[in-house]
């Protein structure tokens, strides 16, 4: 399965995007899929996670602001972002594990810029 991020892209601080993760194959199996970024000189961090009971977690910065889901049927992966900030900025990657396999997947990643 080939994970590939889209929806970056430019916009200014308040402003909203909506990320996808298209799989090619079926996200039916993926017990745990998640959004993380990196910014220009530091470590990836996880930004927003989903299992597959439907449970979510969000890391502290983005709570309130965006929320992750997923489409089975679609085998697609969700981040929306509401009310953006220029500290936000960064490159966005999907990443998708199955148990069974004990196999991670991960997308090519996404640019998002927040103008102030």
């Known amino acids: 399965v080939q994970l590939q991020a889209s929806g970056g892209g430019l916009v200014q601080a308040g402003g909203s995007l909506r990320l996808s993760c298209a799989a090619s194959?079926?996200?039916?199996?993926?017990?745990?899929m998640g959004w993380y970024r990196q910014a220009p000189g530091k470590e990836r961090e996880l930004v927003a996670c989903?299992?597959?009971?439907?449970?979510?977690t969000y890391a502290d910065s983005v709570k309130g602001r965006f929320t992750i889901s997923r489409d089975n049927a679609k085998n697609t992966l969700y981040l929306q972002m509401n009310s953006l900030k220029p500290e936000d900025t960064a490159v966005y990657y999907c990443?998708?594990?199955?148990?069974?396999?004990?196999?991670?997947?991960w997308g090519q990643g996404t640019l998002v810029t927040v103008s102030s």
């Open positions: 989903i299992v597959s009971g439907g449970y979510t």
């Open positions: 194959g079926s996200i039916f199996s993926m017990n745990y």
């Open positions: 990443s998708g594990y199955v148990n069974y396999y004990q196999r991670e997947y």
